[in-house]
């Protein structure tokens, strides 16, 4: 038999797709809600790429209280960087929305469009992977994160003693995870 022609779908996946069976037990109700999550991860990533495309040309979007507004045109005032990876290793890596590092001072900003707040947790990983990739001391820099969601700024100054914390656990936890790859060799 020949089998229909269908290369340009491979390693695509479909909403409905076998290996995410989970939708075959929704009802109609489950599926749109499913369906309306998934369209609003798929519009974050239009958006993310759109601000990163605006940080890295420097066109700043018009003066206004939005989200997406504030944020590029903070980015750019800041001289950021957008979308940048941090890697500690293959176990533990990530890419920050915008970075910056001057003068002794780190700043992460991240760019939320869900509606469900936002956790500090995330960049704080951040903040670890950059002090671990660029070997710098929490104690030893200035730290500023940023969320920018719903129209608001949240501003943190992490404890430096709560980043060190966080460093050290990516430590020990990639070296257990090394440990069962090894085994599993």
């Not at 800041?78 to 001057?102: H, W």
């Not at 947790?121 to 929490?138: R, S, V, W």
């Not at 129209?151 to 430096?160: Q, T």
Request: with cysteine.
């Amino acid at each position: 038999m020949n089998f229909n022609d269908h290369s340009e779908l491979e390693g695509d996946h479909a909403f409905l797709s076998p290996s995410k069976y989970h939708w075959i037990n929704y009802d109609e109700l489950k599926l749109a809600e499913s369906y309306s999550k998934f369209m609003a991860t798929q519009k974050a990533v239009v958006i993310h790429s759109f601000a990163a495309t605006c940080i890295d040309l420097g066109q700043k979007l018009p003066k206004s209280q939005k989200t997406l507004n504030t944020y590029v045109n903070d980015a750019i005032g800041y001289k950021m960087t957008p979308e940048q990876v941090l890697y500690y290793s293959i176990n533990c890596f990530g890419t920050a929305d915008t970075i910056s590092f001057r003068n002794g001072q780190l700043r992460i900003h991240d760019l939320k469009t869900g509606v469900v707040p936002a956790n500090m947790g995330q960049l704080e990983i951040y903040t670890a992977l950059f002090c671990l990739e660029y070997t710098k001391n929490p104690n030893d820099i200035e730290i500023e994160l940023r969320l920018y969601q719903n129209n608001e700024i949240i501003f943190h100054h992490p404890d430096p003693k709560e980043i060190t914390l966080i460093v050290d656990k990516i430590i020990k936890f990639d070296k257990v995870i090394n440990q069962i790859k090894e085994r599993e060799e």
